[in-house]
């Protein structure tokens, strides 16, 4: 099955350590209010959190290990009619856990003023951000939309992530969808400074550029103007080596290419924005950057050669 770009983003934020100390706790209150309900059994309160995403499971229960010292459970149960596996991540009832979750602010939501129950400093906003969109969000292929979604049953969580990404300049709307709250963003700058700000770096990469090949050049150039030289050159390069592989495919097909070549093209179409190393790692045994260049000049003067 192949990942999808909310995958992607997800496997790349589950994998960053949060920046400080202070927002370790902030990421965690929002993947927990995004993903975790809360389950009053005979033994205690028991709190279980889904999610689709092996990363976003081993990312919670990471963050349940660095903050608590409560026994976490984790299980996959796989679920044949969709093709995936549910991950479950569960503090089962045991001492310590009511305090824990008040001390997180997970629990006294509702008696507690709304300012109170969100991290105030700017760190922690953003980490609150990454781990509300690990649990409960998703972003359309850019090649298709421009959509970023974080969705909610609650209404009050639903007000802060309103307020949390109004505070980065975010205009996020809301509305309601089968009785939940959907938070979105619709604009291509918007959702680029959202991956930006939650610390999705690669995406991020990958994103603007699927928009330099959706034929808009010049969002990529404000991109470029912050960010050195080389990677203008890299941008180009990449652009020219998709440009010549797409021609080369509608002329002859990709059966027709020496076999050495065939992977790379096939790699610089689905990564357009990876740098060579990144398409060296994709090959056993690792290709060195200057053998993937090569390939791709090989495959560019191909292009050259049929285009004359
Ligand atoms: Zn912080």
Redesign the pocket.
């Known amino acids: 099955m192949e990942e999808t770009f909310s995958l992607r983003v997800k496997k790349e934020l589950s994998r960053l350590e949060p920046?400080?100390s202070?927002?370790v706790e902030?990421q965690l209150l929002g993947l927990l209010r995004a993903a975790a309900v809360l389950e009053a059994g005979k033994e205690g309160l028991r709190l279980l959190a889904t999610t689709e995403s092996a990363a976003v499971a081993r990312c919670l229960y990471r963050l349940l290990k660095a903050c608590s010292n409560l026994k976490v459970l984790v299980s996959g149960r796989r679920r044949r009619m969709h093709r995936h596996t549910l991950y479950m991540v569960e503090l089962s009832a045991q001492e310590g856990i009511k305090a824990f979750l008040e001390h997180l602010g997970f629990l006294n939501l509702g008696d507690t003023p709304v300012q109170s129950v969100v991290p105030q400093?700017e760190?922690?906003r953003k980490?609150y951000l990454r781990g509300f969109f690990l649990g409960a969000g998703s972003i359309s292929n850019p090649k298709r939309a421009y959509h970023l979604e974080l969705v909610t049953g609650n209404r009050i969580h639903a007000s802060h992530l309103i307020r949390l990404l109004r505070s980065f300049r975010l205009r996020a709307r809301r509305v309601e969808r089968k009785g939940r709250q959907v938070v979105y963003l619709k604009e291509g700058d918007e959702i680029a400074s959202f991956l930006t700000l939650v610390g999705a770096v690669r995406t991020r990469l990958d994103f603007e550029n699927i928009r330099v090949l959706k034929g808009m050049r010049n969002q990529v150039n404000r991109l470029v103007n912050c960010e050195t030289a080389n990677m203008t050159k890299a941008v180009d390069a990449a652009v020219r080596q998709v440009e010549s592989i797409r021609y080369l495919v509608e002329r002859v097909g990709f059966d027709a290419l020496p076999p050495p070549l065939r992977e790379i093209a096939r790699l610089r179409l689905e990564f357009p924005e990876a740098t060579l190393r990144e398409l060296g790692a994709y090959f056993t045994p690792t290709l060195g950057k200057s053998g993937v260049n090569h390939r791709l000049r090989r495959l560019e003067e191909l292009a050259e050669r049929l285009r004359d």
Do not use: F, G, K, P
């Open positions: 920046e400080q202070c927002c902030s400093q760190c922690c980490a």
